[in-house]
């Protein structure tokens, strides 16, 4: 059963998970997002819904079925009744919704093909609320030209930037190890994010199918904080986020916090903090160890002290 990142699926029971890896050995890896609750804030097709927060999601899997219950919750294949592929939901969406039509069609007029982009989160599954934002996918190396489109409709004011308040608003979310201008000065450059019609959206970065390669399992071989040149950043949106390092002894970053992904450019030096795993090809060091990467960070100093 192919599922990929950004996608979600439904169970037999009705609840509602989001795809968390790009490989699924014993069934499908996620994390559970809604389940159905006749009090629940979110209504799709005549059934309400309660959003699951990261802790709660747990604890109701922990009790529900146990036996999901791992790093990741593992959904058997034999529970999974639909999958919502957002490349397949984009265009019920864009007719509906002008913000998602509008910048489906900027990627479209540039040339990304209508195949190569999707919308996920509640927008997806039609559980979005009027302050909802929007999550809007482009697949493998299609992501970097979708960036540079969003960069010149930025700057020709056909889309706004994102404004120092919600920047703030951002920032006191996500908790980072980082100053806020040091967070600043790394999102600015990231480019895939902005707000149209006063609402605020990601660009996310999606693997196409032949760019999935199952991943080095690695054992956990204490905390580590490192400098290094990053010698390769394809998948540096990715999630996991991974950079390629010209280090002796790590190899790679691995990060899983949202807030470092696209941190640090090819060529630039790094400052990163998280917990080295041992793997067949040696060391890498993961940031993002826990929801809020505490104590764990990646830093451009490239950037910061140019």
Known sequence: MKARIRDFFETKEGWIFAVADYNHPKGLRSVLRYIPDPAGEREANGRRY??????????????????????????????????????????????????????????????????????????????????SD??????????????????????????????????????????????????????????????????????????????????????????????ARVTNADFAFDSPAIFHLDHPEVKEIFCYSHTYAGQALPGETVEAKGVLEETAQGLRLVVGTTREARGEWIRSLTLLEG
Do not use: C
């Open 50 to 131: 309660r959003k699951m927060d990261f802790d709660p999601a747990y604890e109701f899997i922990r009790r529900e079925r146990p036996e999901w219950a791992q790093d990741l919750h593992v959904v058997p294949f034999s529970h999974v009744k639909r999958i919502y592929r957002p490349s397949e939901g984009l265009l019920t969406v864009a007719k509906q919704d002008p913000r998602v039509g509008k910048i489906a069609g900027l990627l479209a007029e540039a040339a990304v093909p209508w195949e190569h982009m999707g919308i996920t989160g509640s927008m997806l599954l039609g559980l979005h609320g009027p302050s």
């Open 134 to 227: 929007i999550d809007f996918v482009v697949y493998g190396p299609a992501w970097w030209k979708a960036r540079d489109i969003i960069a010149s409709a930025k700057a020709r004011g056909i889309i706004d930037d994102i404004d120092e308040p919600t920047w703030r608003k951002i920032y006191a979310k996500r908790k980072p190890e980082i100053t806020f201008e040091e967070f600043m000065r790394h999102e600015k450059r990231k480019g895939n994010r902005g707000m149209i019609q006063s609402t605020y959206f990601d660009l996310l970065f999606t693997r196409e199918y032949n760019q999935i390669q199952t991943q080095l399992v690695g054992k956990p071989a204490g905390e580590e904080r490192i400098q």
